[in-house]
C-alpha cells in the first residue's frame, strides 16, 4: 500500500490550498482515510477523516467550517480543501488510511495503517 500526498506549499492568512492523496494497493472504498498534521514538539493530530463505504466524516474543532475532505473511490484521491487559512494551520500535513477504525478511534494516530510521507504547509501572517 502506498500514499503519496502533494499540494503543500506557502500562502498567505486567509488563502486557500487544497491538498491531495493518492493511495495504491488497496480497495480503496473500504478504507477509512485521514488528514494529520504535525507540527515539531507536537503530537500529531487529526485534521479531518472520512470513514470507508460512506460512513461519515469528522473534523478538529479548530478547522470545522474552513476545511472540507473529499474522496473518489474511482480515482483512489482523497482531498483537503483548505480555506481561509491561519498561521496556526502551518504544519506538516500527512495523509493516512486504515481499515476497520471504529468511529470513536477515528481521530487516533494510532488507528491508521498507512501513512503518506507528508506535504509541509506554511501559512504566513
Known amino acids: 500500500v502506498q500514499l503519496q500526498a502533494y499540494g503543500g506549499g506557502l500562502v498567505q492568512a486567509g488563502d486557500s490550498l487544497r491538498l491531495s492523496c493518492a493511495a495504491s494497493?488497496?480497495?480503496?472504498?473500504?478504507?477509512?482515510l485521514g488528514w494529520f498534521r504535525q507540527v515539531p514538539g507536537k503530537d500529531r493530530e487529526l485534521v479531518a477523516a472520512t470513514k470507508g463505504n460512506g460512513g461519515g466524516v469528522f473534523y478538529a474543532d479548530s478547522v470545522k467550517g474552513r476545511f472540507a475532505i473529499s474522496r473518489d473511490n474511482s480515482k483512489s484521491t482523497v482531498t483537503l480543501q483548505m480555506n481561509s487559512l491561519k498561521p496556526e494551520d502551518t504544519a506538516v500535513y500527512y495523509c493516512?488510511?486504515?481499515?476497520?477504525?471504529?468511529?470513536?478511534?477515528?481521530?487516533?494516530?494510532?488507528?491508521?495503517?498507512?501513512w503518506g510521507q507528508g506535504t509541509l504547509v506554511t501559512v504566513s501572517s
Open positions: 493516512a488510511a486504515g481499515q476497520r477504525i471504529i468511529n470513536s478511534s477515528m481521530r487516533r494516530v494510532q488507528a491508521y495503517d498507512y
Open positions: 494497493g488497496v480497495i480503496f472504498r473500504t478504507y477509512s
